[in-house]
């Protein structure tokens, strides 16, 4: 059964910073922005990127040794700054810590930033950096799997505010051939909750097939992640980029 709403569905590319080369990260950050995507998932690359797959796992290692960390990302976003796109953080929690969270709203912010996702960081333990994030006029985006519970459900929902991120099935990043079944009942339990709230499907989504098996679940958008990387790894910035549109296509 289809569960299409009237919502705009959301389309949101993932690229860590710094791979293939760092000066790759404004020339991929202005493409994406002229395709139209909604937001642009800038990750940070991490030695142990515990939710990730080999695919960006490899992106992150050639990220650091290419000498990637938070300043050049900071001086990069200053080349160019999406006109259609918002920017949201994805990293994990050691980095920004040893950084400073302080810091790292500030600087997020002062380079166009409007979001920031931790994968490894639980909401029961997020309070203090969620409010550094809103005395930054920051959102902090919260993710729930398959396996949560309806009252972790219902916490998680409560608390978010520009949309939830809903991991297709248990597993790490690019390693997904197939979605959960009960995402189209834990999208229900949200909508029930927050009507209005947008609820966007990531780890999976690699051809316009799986964005549209999602947005049949219930999705309100796709995040599109290792398949973009995986091209840009190649060099294939054209096939990359040409993947986005296929998946608009189908997303509009």
Known sequence: MLL?????RLL???FTAGHPNINSISQIIQAFDKIGVDY???GLAHSDALADGSTIQNSSFKALKNGMNLDILF????IYKPQKSKLILFSYYNPL????LEKVAKCWKESGGQFILIPDLPFEEAQEFKQICEENDLNLIFLIAPTSTPDRIKQITEISSEF???VSTTGITGTQKDLSANLSEIIREIKLIKPNLPVVIGFGINNPETAKEALEKGA???VVGSALVKLLDDNNFAKAFELLKNIKTVLN
Do not use: A, H
């Not at 001086?75 to 200053?78: D, F, G, I, T, V």
């Not at 810590?97 to 400073?100: D, F, K, L, N, Q």
């Open 4 to 8: 299409f709403n009237n919502m705009k």
């Open 97 to 100: 810590m040893c950084y400073g």
């Open 12 to 14: 949101i590319p993932f």
């Open 75 to 78: 001086e990069n976003l200053k």
């Open 220 to 222: 309100d958008g796709v």
């Open 40 to 42: 642009i998932e800038v």
């Open 164 to 166: 939830l991120y809903l």
